[in-house]
């Protein structure tokens, strides 16, 4: 059955998954959202027979109803090769009382690559279906991650160029040395003086800008977006999901149709709200944990029914997880409030007004599903230690906040549902904080030999991503004002 995308801020218009892919954000600055969450039409003993890409396919394409089952086969056949450095995709761990899902095993190791290994053929398929003859010029700012995995995904990619910006003082040295070494000749990478939300604001703000849109026509190009808010960013991360509940049940841990509990290390929101989408299609998710960093807006949010940015912005040692606009919460927003676009254009333009809305109590009824609580950086590095103390794993100040977070709710509830925790990065990406939260000394966070030490420490192998980057050049030194991101893509351009 087709399902068809509406805006979130505008009622009527629907457009097709590949128009929606194609447009990122619909034209008043809404997100697309599907006008049904489509049903799971495989049970969980089929799915647990499945790999990875025979799960992606059962449920991406329930989602992208105008895509033919070639295309989205060859999609899927292109994005989970071997640039992940295992045939389970995303296999999982079980640590400390929970099944760790690595979400890290992509080419950039985070777990952004899981949708943006595909993304670049989903957007190459949906400009060939619509008749697109303009080159895609992808725009993105990242918080760190979305950056190189957006870039290693679009890189020499066939009529699209990609321009990242990211907060020059606001990612991890690792992070900032992935993407500045980034090879392509569509590759481009510019530091803002400013942090992730000014990136974010500042590229939203290009979408919007009509005058722009129509300068950038006249020269064969047309923008579109790999931030988190592309529909086609958020479909292929419902898959690791079921894909998850499919390899408990394999493992004999859960019994089929049994609950489990998910607990995400959240940011702009995206990866919690797949797994809210996963609910919806009928797969036995009992609480979806929200875990937040010092940046605790969401937990806030869902203690209170007030969101509000008006305050500090926090830098932590999960830097990607660094936000106060949430940007994908506005889907759940838009949901629970009946899908009424005008009621959720109201409280977003509140947001954008006064930094802040509040939800009536009718909506707030309608968060049942979730649970929200933070974990403050000793927390966190605790969570780290504590954990390879007892274990022997390493895990990431991301997902440490995740277990943290868990760990409160099951204190609090008494709850022991089967809990799977989603692990976004592999600790090598942040080698620094991970080895400080181990108790060990160095000097230059930045030092790539403290990869070493980690890996005599916790036994895992050092990734290819990292080896990588220790001898490439750097190719990218841009650097700009917040104000002046627009100027900056327009030299790109040459218009
Ligand atoms: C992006 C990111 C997150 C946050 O994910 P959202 O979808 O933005 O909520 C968490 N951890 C890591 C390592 C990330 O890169």
Known sequence: MEILYNSTREKGKPVRASEAILRGLSQEGGLFVPERIPVLDKSPEQLKEMTYSQVAYEVMKLYLTDFTEQEL????????????????????????????????????????????????????????????TNEIVILAATSGDTGKAALSGFAD???????????????????????????????????????????????????????????????????????????????PQIVYYVYAYSRLLKKGSIQSWEKINVAVPTGNFGNIL????????????????????????????????????????????????????????????????????????????????????????????????????????????????????????????????????????????????PSVIVSTASPYKFTGSVMSALGEEYEDPADLSLAERLCALSGVEIPEAIEEIRTAPVLHTRVCGKEDMKKTVKEILGI
């Open 73 to 132: 086969r060859d999609c899927i056949a292109k994005a989970y090769d071997d640039k992940f450095d295992t045939p389970e995709i995303a296999p999982m761990r079980k640590a400390g009382g929970a099944h760790y899902l690595e979400l890290f095993h992509g080419a950039t190791i985070a777990f952004k690559d899981m949708a943006l290994s595909i993304l670049p053929h989903l957007l190459t398929v949906s400009a060939k279906k619509n008749h697109v």
């Open 157 to 235: 990619v066939e009529g699209a160029r990609i321009i990242v910006f990211y907060p020059k003082n606001g990612v991890s040295p690792v992070q900032e040395r992935q993407m500045v070494t980034q090879k392509g000749q569509n590759t481009y990478v510019v530091g803002i003086h400013g942090n992730f939300d000014d990136a974010q604001s500042g590229v939203k703000r290009m979408f919007a800008d009509r005058e722009l849109a129509g300068e950038m026509r006249e020269k064969g190009f047309q923008f579109s977006s790999a931030n988190s808010i592309n529909i086609g960013r958020l479909v």
């Open 274 to 417: 797949a797994a809210f989408y996963a609910k919806q299609m009928g797969l036995p998710i009992n609480k979806l944990i929200c875990a937040s960093n010092e940046n605790k807006v969401l937990y806030d949010f869902f203690r209170s029914g007030i969101y509000d940015r008006n305050r500090e912005f926090v830098l932590t040692s999960s830097p990607s997880m660094d936000i106060l606009i949430s940007s994908n919460l506005e889907r759940l927003i838009y949901l629970i409030a009946g899908e009424d676009a005008d009621k959720n254009r109201e409280l977003m333009e509140s947001l954008s007004g006064n930094g802040a809305y509040t939800i009536t109590e009718d909506m707030r009824a309608r968060l049942g599903d979730f649970y929200g609580n933070f974990a403050s950086e000793e927390e966190t590095a605790g969570t780290i230690r504590s954990l390879y103390e007892k274990e022997g794993y390493v895990i990431d100040p991301h997902t440490a906040v995740a277990a943290c977070v868990y760990e409160k709710y099951r204190e609090k509830t008494g709850d022991n549902t």
